[in-house]
C-alpha cells in the first residue's frame, strides 16, 4: 500500500501479533508498543525510529506510560515490569497467578492498575514501586479503562465492574454488557463525560465491544432517565456474494478534543463515530489485515492503528504482515458535524 503525505508506515515494528499501542500522556511524539514477539518497543513517529526496546519471559499483552520517562508493561508471564527510558533500566514490580491482560496508570490516585486472567485486579504504588491491593472480579479480566477515579472492568461472561478507585472496598456496580456476546474492549469517555459541540450529555460512561460486530454506548448514572439514553449499533460487517460477515471489533480509542471515537475490526478498517449524533463521520481505507489496537495522541492529532492478524480464521497462507500505521487525521475526519 502507497504511503501518502497524511499516513506513514512505522519501521522496524515487532514480527509478530502487536496488542496494544499506547501514546505518551503529553506528546504525540513516542509510542509504546506491546507485541506477541515478547517486546515492548518504543517508537520515535517524528523520525520514525525505534528507541529502545526491552524484553519478558512471554507475549506481552498490555503496556502503558506512567510519565514521560517510566514504562509499565504485563503479559503471559504474569509479571508485571517497569523500565525507565532515560537510564534503561527495568525491574519487575510484581506478579499475577495469570497472564496480566490490561495495564494502565490513574494520575488521579498516582497508581498503576493491572488486570489479569486470575479474575484480580492489582493496584501498584510506583512511588515503591510495591503491590498496594488486590480485588477479585467475578471472571477473567478482558479489558478496562479509566474514567478519572473510577476504573471500569469487562471480564468474561460479559459482566462489567465498576470501581473507585478512592475506595475499593466493594464495587460500586455489577452489571452486565448490553451485547449479546463476548466483551472485547471498554473504552471511558475522556473527560468524564460525553460531550457534543453544544451541551454536554450529563453523565460519565463508557463504550464496550463485542466480538459480534457491535458497539453500544453505556451511561454510569443508573437513573431511569440516564440509562434511556444508551444504545447500541452494529459495526464492521460486510457483505460478501450476498452473505453478510461479522467481525469482532477488538479496539476503541477516544479522541480527547472531541469526544468522538474510533473503532478497529477485523474487517480491516478504521470507523470514526459520533456518539452523541449517533453517527459515523467517516471510514478510512482498508488496511492489510485486522484492526488489533488504536490510539489518539493527547492532541487528537494522530492515531497510531496496529494491524496483525489475529487467528479469527485459523492458519492462513500466506500471513498477513504485521505493522503499524501512523494517520494525520484532520477536523473534517475527527470533528461533529
Known amino acids: 500500500m502507497g504511503e501518502s503525505r497524511m499516513e506513514f508506515r512505522l519501521k522496524n515494528t515487532p514480527n509478530d501479533c502487536i496488542q496494544s499501542v499506547k501514546f505518551g500522556p503529553s506528546s504525540s511524539q513516542f509510542l509504546l508498543v506491546a507485541s506477541w514477539d515478547k517486546s515492548v518497543r518504543l517508537f520515535d513517529v517524528v523520525n520514525n525510529n525505534m528507541r529502545l526496546q526491552y524484553q519478558h519471559s512471554g507475549p506481552v499483552l498490555d503496556c502503558c506510560f506512567q510519565d514521560a520517562v517510566h514504562a509499565y508493561s504485563g503479559g503471559l508471564d504474569g509479571q508485571l515490569k517497569t523500565f525507565d527510558l532515560n ?13 496480566i491482560r490490561c495495564v ?18 492489582k493496584l501498584w504504588d510506583p512511588r515503591g514501586p510495591r ?11 478482558y479489558t ?3 474514567c478519572g477515579e473510577k476504573l471500569v472492568v469487562g471480564t468474561s461472561n460479559r459482566k462489567v465492574m465498576v470501581w473507585d478507585l478512592r475506595n475499593m472496598g466493594f464495587a460500586q456496580q455489577r452489571r452486565e454488557s448490553s451485547l449479546k456476546y463476548q466483551t472485547r474492549c471498554i473504552q471511558c469517555f475522556p473527560n468524564k463525560q460525553l460531550y457534543c459541540l453544544r451541551e454536554c450529555l450529563c453523565s ?36 460478501e456474494d450476498g452473505i453478510e460477515k461479522i467481525f469482532p471489533v477488538n479496539s476503541i480509542s477516544f479522541h480527547n478534543g472531541y469526544n468522538t471515537f474510533a473503532t478497529g475490526g477485523s474487517d ?42 489475529m487467528y479469527e480464521q485459523e492458519q492462513i497462507d500466506p ?19
Open 87 to 99: 537510564t534503561n533500566t527495568e525491574s519487575v514490580v510484581g506478579t499475577h497467578d495469570a497472564p
Open 268 to 309: 480491516g478498517y478504521v470507523n470514526i463515530w459520533d456518539g452523541f449524533n449517533k453517527k459515523r463521520l467517516c471510514q478510512f481505507h482498508r488496511y492489510p489485515t485486522s484492526i488489533s489496537s488504536l490510539c489518539f495522541s493527547n492532541d487528537g492529532n494522530i492515531l497510531a492503528i496496529a494491524c496483525s492478524y
Open 204 to 239: 460519565a460512561g463508557y463504550v464496550v465491544s463485542s466480538i459480534e460486530g457491535r458497539v453500544a454506548v453505556e451511561y454510569l448514572d443508573p437513573s431511569p432517565e440516564v440509562q434511556k439514553k444508551k444504545y447500541a449499533f452494529k459495526c464492521h460487517r460486510l457483505k
Open 144 to 146: 478496562m479503562d479509566l
Open 319 to 337: 500471513m498477513p504482515e504485521d505493522c503499524i500505521f501512523i494517520r494525520r487525521v484532520t477536523d473534517q475526519e475527527t470533528k461533529p458535524k
Open 104 to 121: 494502565e496508570f490513574c494520575p488521579e490516585v498516582n497508581m498503576i492498575i493491572t488486570g489479569a486472567w486470575d479474575s484480580n485486579i
Open 131 to 141: 503491590e498496594a491491593g488486590i480485588f477479585q472480579q467475578p471472571n477473567k479480566v
